[in-house]
Each structure stands twice: as structure tokens, then as C-alpha cells.
């Protein structure tokens, strides 16, 4: 079975600082893993995606994450937050064994973002 | 513009009805799924469907049925054996990495 760990359910940084969010992954085969934002009553948007190409990913609104197969980690970076980037974060790996495609979320990190 | 459509935003349920969520994609994906979401747990898989006419239960399947007669939909039914139907439900459809597209969602209250 896949499985995702995100590591604090809550993060608060000041506008201008870096944003690390993280996430650790347990998979028996090579895994695709997600980053989705969520903001207030609305659906997950995709930010981006590891598909075994490149290990360092960017995706949209200046966030990238890098897969680290040795420390099964694919954390999620800003490098200067904004206010808009306050959202929940959710990590996703997608199973391969059994359920074609569907995917295991974490938990959820809640990003709040100070002035 | 290509997308999921959940309809209604909002729905209020009494107690013992069965109430349907509404489910439609264009994105002509084969695999569609139903996450329920609740404070603090994430989201959980209550049913998916990789083809049409076929089905599969999730790890929250009791008191929830879906059907899947068309590739562009695919209804959850929220029985009145769910006894704790509140929550927030989204609608996925996944592509060809599996990344998933979500659609705005469904607050589901009881009344």
C-alpha cells in the first residue's frame, strides 16, 4: 500500500520568508507524487507533479519540490511567500498495485502567511 | 474550457433521506472518483470507477452507492445509512500521470 505523511498540520510564515512544507512517502515500486492547494470551499488544484523525469519539479505560483528517494521525502518550497499562498497543502502519491490509478493523500498542511 | 461540474455547492439532508450528488466531467477521462473530506482527516476514497458500467468501493464505502452508466458521470448516493453525512465530498477524474481533477465540490449538511 502507498501511504503520504505530511509533517504539520499547521505552518505559519511572514510574507517575504521561505515556505517549506513537508511530506514523506511510502511506496513498495517507484511512486508518482502531487502537490494540490486548496483554498476555502473549493476543489484541489494541482501544483505540480513527479513522474520519474526530473527529481527537482516546479509547478505553478513559484513552488517546486524535489523527490529525494533516499530520504523518501518530496517536500514542497517557496522561496518568498506572498498572502495569496495562504491555502491548505495536500501531498498525494498514487497507488500501483490494485485501483488503477487512485490516489493517497496526506493529511494536509494548513499554510497561514503573516505580514 | 474542460472540467468537473459538482452540483449542488450546497445541500441540506434531513434525517433518514437519501440525497445524490451530482457529478458530470468533459475531460474524457475513463477513471472517476469520490473523496469525502473532513477537518483535520484529509480526504478519504469512498468509491471509484475506472470504466463505465463498473465500479469499485473505497476504504469509507458504507452508506454511500454510486453508478456509472455514462463515462461523463457519476452520481454518489448518500443513504440514510450513513450516519454521519456531514462532511465536504469532491468529485475527481484522473489523466494520464494520474494526477487527479477535482471538481468545486459539495458541502452536505444534516438537518
Redesign the interface.
Known sequence: AQSVTQLG?HVSVSEGALVLLRCNYSSSVPP?L?W?VQYP??????LL?Y?SAATLVKGINGFEAEFKKSETSFHLTKPSAHMSDAAEY?C?V?GTTG?????T????TQLKVEL | DGGITQSPKYLFRKEGQNVTLSCEQNLNHDAMYWYRQDPGQGLRLIYYSQIVNDFQKGDIAEGYSVSREKKESFPLTVTSAQKNPTAFYLCASTGAFAEAFFGQGTRLTVV
Open positions: 498540520s508518482y502531487f494540490y470551499n473549493q476543489g484541489l488544484q494541482l507533479k513522474t495536500f498525494a498514487r485501483g488503477g490509478n487512485k490516489l493523500f496526506g493529511t494536509g
